[in-house]
């Protein structure tokens, strides 16, 4: 069975300060991981995705993640927070041989001036 | 370009009743999900439906929740009979799993159809 674990319901950061975001995941096989960004009353916005290669992953509005094999960690950075980047994270899991995504339980960003 | 999109945006029924949600994928993607997210239980497949193949029902909660999808393109999610805790967002995306080889594809995601059965 595959699981994803966001630790923090909450990262609170001053704006200009760096960003991370946390996921740990549990999958059989290699993994295929993403994130998203939800604004309220909005779906869900792809930031970005690791399938396979490098371990940096950069992806949109400036965000990046590290692939972790040895930690299977994959989280979610920007150097330079910004207030518009207040939202609800999610963290998301597909095994190869699944076509579904399994979601961490989201983590809230509030991004302070 | 067009995205997915879903309706209706909101729905308010009332227990017992029967509601149909509508999700309508980006134009090509022959692969579309039903997710919901609630309070509770955070954000869970529903079911896939991948080209002609069999969908893959299995996040189905209950036998009111069942859903189609015609000609490989518009889905219905249809729930009966609803239930107060059916109370949530529906949320459709679709995929083209033939642009990656098959393999970890992205998803995009409607905005969501909000219900509330009272």
């Known amino acids: 069975a595959q699981s994803v674990a966001q630790p923090e319901d909450q990262v609170n950061v001053a704006e200009g300060n760096p960003l991370t975001v946390k996921c740990t995941y549990s999958v059989s096989g290699n993994p295929y991981l993403f994130w998203y960004v939800q604004y309220p009353n909005r779906g869900l916005q792809f930031l970005l995705k690791y399938i396979t290669g490098d371990n940096l992953v950069k992806g949109s509005y400036g965000f990046e993640a590290e692939f972790n094999k040895s930690q299977t960690s994959f989280h979610l950075k920007k150097p330079s927070a910004l207030v518009s980047d207040s939202a609800l994270y999610f963290c998301?899991?597909?095994?190869?041989?699944?076509?579904?995504?399994?979601f961490g339980a989201g983590t809230q960003v509030v991004v302070t001036p | 370009g067009a995205g997915v999109s879903q309706s209706p945006s909101n729905k308010v029924t009332e227990k017992g009743k029967d509601v149909e949600l509508r999700c309508d994928p980006i134009s090509g993607h022959t692969a579309l999900y039903w997710y919901r997210q609630s309070l509770g239980q955070g954000l869970e497949f529903l079911i896939y439906?991948?080209?002609?193949?069999?969908?893959?029902k299995s996040g189905l909660p209950s036998d009111r929740f069942s859903a189609e999808r015609t000609g490989g393109s518009v889905s219905t999610l249809t729930i009966q009979r609803t239930q107060q805790e059916d109370s949530a967002v529906y949320l459709c995306?679709?995929?083209?799993?033939?642009?990656?080889?098959?393999?970890?594809?992205?998803?995009?995601f409607g905005p969501g159809t909000r219900l509330l059965v009272l």
């Open positions: 439906f991948q080209g002609n193949s069999a969908p893959d």
């Open positions: 995306a679709s995929s083209s799993p033939r642009a990656s080889g098959g393999r970890g594809e992205t998803q995009y």
């Open positions: 998301a899991v597909r095994d190869v041989s699944w076509g579904k995504l399994q």
